[in-house]
T-cell receptor
Framework: GAGVSQSPRYKVAKRGQDVALRCDPI?????LFWYQQALGQGPEFLTY????????KSGLPSDRFFAERPEGSVSTLKIQRTQQEDSAVYLC?????????????FGNGTRLTVT | AQSVTQLGSHVSVSEGALVLLRCNYS??????LFWYVQYPNQGLQLLLK??????LVKGINGFEAEFKKSETSFHLTKPSAHMSDAAEYFC??????????FGTGTRLQVFP
């Protein structure tokens, strides 16, 4: 089916390495969100795009985190100089409109483990 | 600022019993409220949402939730649990901005 696709499904990185996580939203979805889900916790908002514009990046935990969506479709979340506290599942979600009006469709996530 | 509190990180019920998962919210403006379900190794999917149209909201798979402003609650219920309901359930709130604030989740176990 044409759901939200995230890759890789699992990523192991050594501390200090850079990683890039990819999200392919549902075709035609305007809004795209990134969430971070630590073990045993609920998803925490990282950043939000409407088409190619990054409208809210208030949840990015540090300047090591960077997200882009250059053509308003595929998005990449980049983490530089990974730290152990970055270990989590990174969820991408897309919706047709604004999140409270249109349901969010989530991908299965990328599980990042920093060793 | 908005927040969500889910009481009980684990709930266990017998098959056929009532399911009650608790959610209380805090919001300075009329909230939009959501319940999402996450099955093992799958993404979150929307169960139901409250957007002020009706206080009793019916969702998929027989779940429903009632918005109670006086109690700032949005508890999720299902009259009769099924084995396939075993999953993690997340309550979430939005205050007209585009981001959802999620609770910490409640893992539902269903015993035969």
């Amino acid at each position: 089916g044409a759901g939200v696709s995230q890759s890789p499904r699992y990523k192991v990185a050594k501390r200090g390495q850079d990683v890039a996580l990819r999200c392919d939203p549902i075709s035609g979805h305007v809004s795209l969100f990134w969430y971070q889900q630590a073990l045993g916790q609920g998803p925490e908002f990282l950043t939000y795009f409407q088409n190619e514009a990054q409208l809210d990046k208030s949840g990015l935990p540090s300047d090591r985190f960077f997200a882009e969506r250059p053509e308003g479709s595929v998005s990449t979340l980049k983490i530089q100089r990974t730290q152990q506290e970055d270990s989590a599942v990174y969820l991408c979600a897309s919706s047709l409109g604004r999140s409270y009006n249109s349901p969010l469709h989530f991908g299965n996530g990328t599980r990042l483990t920093v060793t | 600022a908005q927040s969500v509190t889910q009481l009980g990180s684990h709930v266990s019920v017998s098959e056929g019993a009532l399911v009650l998962l608790r959610c209380n919210y805090s919001s300075s403006v009329p909230p939009y409220l959501f319940w999402y379900v996450q099955y093992p190794n799958q993404g979150l999917q929307l169960l139901l949402k409250y957007t002020s149209a009706a206080t009793l909201v019916k969702g998929i798979n027989g779940f429903e939730a009632e918005f109670k402003k006086s109690e700032t609650s949005f508890h999720l219920t299902k009259p009769s649990a099924h084995m396939s309901d075993a999953a993690e359930y997340f309550c979430a709130v939005s205050d007209n901005t585009d981001k959802l604030i999620f609770g910490t989740g409640t893992r539902l176990q269903v015993f035969p």
